[in-house]
């Protein structure tokens, strides 16, 4: 049975690299649209969602590359498409949120360690 709290540690965690990626990402361009900004924070949600709901038998590294390309390449044509380019917006986007994927992946897998509710160990 899945539990609730690891879902809600998980979305809080997802949020929070989600304003962490936009405060950083305005440093790679100065003007970013209010759509970019709730992409932005919205696909890192989504994200530790996944993250906290699914859970895989699967090393946690896999499993958060996984989530992040299955939510973040979608992402990252969209703003491709909307006139953001290819490396300030679908490779950035990609890349920033493979790094936050892994990232929530392995907080979630040490939290599962210290409380034991799974078997795997993070490296």
Known sequence: ?????????????GFF??????LLSTGISSHIPTWGVWGIILSRTVMGFLSGAFIWKMPWLLRGVLISLA???P?????????V?????FLS????GLIIGVLIEWILARQDLKTNHFNEVPN
């Open 1 to 13: 049975m899945q539990s609730w709290l690891r879902i809600k540690y998980a979305i809080e965690w």
């Open 17 to 22: 690299f989600g304003i962490i990626s936009w």
């Open 71 to 73: 939510v973040n390449i």
């Open 75 to 83: 992402c990252g044509f969209v703003t491709m498409l909307l006139g």
């Open 85 to 89: 380019g290819l490396v300030t917006g």
């Open 93 to 96: 986007f990609v890349i920033s």
